[in-house]
T-cell receptor
Framework: QKEVEQDPGPLSVPEGAIVSLNCTYS??????FMWYRQYSRKGPELLMY????GNKEDGRFTAQVDKSSKYISLFIRDSQPSDSATYLC????????????FGSGTRLQVQP | DTGVSQDPRHKITKRGQNVTFRCDPI?????LYWYRQTLGQGPEFLTY????????KSRLLSDRFSAERPKGSFSTLEIQRTEQGDSAMYLC????????????????FGEGSWLTVV
């Protein structure tokens, strides 16, 4: 079992839809959680960073963490064609080991 | 702040040749990471430096791979005797231990260096 599981998609939605992207993880030691957006043949771009359970909002993006269920989500409101990309969740331990553990990514397509 | 810079962006090499990638982190970032990413997968951790010290290495970093950060600024990743299985995008990232209460957990990636071994 991978430490971080993510549905690969592709997820296709019409422009303006609310998008929900999800990850589950197995390591209860993970302390902080990130979402990255990656366009084709580009490096990952940091979107959201959260350190605790609950919601964090930034513009059209909301990150949600439920540590008790080991489940994290990213919501995108009013989705745009420019949001079409692969979305990667990443988890970290916070102390000691500094490496992030990534999911395999969910490919999102927003249709105009 | 010009972001994390990687060079070259693309490299095609013959099997058995050596290749070297260079990474220039965000200025004043004391932590530097190398990851590898293959098609349809998330980035996989290779190694991590804090200043010039290499503090962590993944099992993926075989003895054909070596990374250095001699002055705590730029870093190089060398792959010796390349194999077709080394074909991937090699990502460099950096962070500062001074952010987020000293956790330095926000990590910023470069655009990656694509390696194709033929």
């Amino acid at each position: 079992q991978k430490e971080v599981e993510q549905d690969p998609g592709p997820l296709s939605v019409p422009e303006g839809a609310i998008v929900s992207l999800n990850c589950t993880y197995s390591n209860s030691a993970f302390q902080y959680f990130m979402w990255y957006r990656q366009y084709s043949r580009k490096g990952p771009e940091l979107l959201m960073y959260t350190y605790s359970s609950g919601n964090k909002e930034d513009g059209r993006f909301t990150a949600q963490v439920d540590k008790s269920s080991k489940y994290i989500s990213l919501f995108i409101r009013d989705s745009q064609p420019s949001d079409s990309a692969t979305y990667l969740c990443a988890e970290g331990l916070g102390t000691g080991r500094r490496a992030l553990t990534f999911g395999s990514g969910t490919r999102l397509q927003v249709q105009p | 702040d010009t972001g994390v810079s990687q060079d070259p962006r693309h490299k095609i090499t013959k099997r058995g040749q050596n290749v070297t990638f260079r990474c220039d982190p965000i200025s004043e970032h004391n932590r530097l990471y190398w990851y590898r990413q293959t098609l349809g997968q998330g980035p996989e951790f290779l190694t991590y430096f804090q200043n010039e010290a290499q503090l962590e290495k993944s099992r993926l970093l075989s003895d054909r791979f070596s990374a250095e950060r001699p002055k705590g600024s730029f870093s190089t990743l060398e792959i010796q005797r390349t194999e077709q299985g080394d074909s991937a995008m090699y990502l460099c990232a950096s962070s500062s231990s001074l952010t987020h209460g000293g956790t330095g957990n926000t990590i910023y990636f470069g655009e990656g260096s694509w390696l194709t071994v033929v």
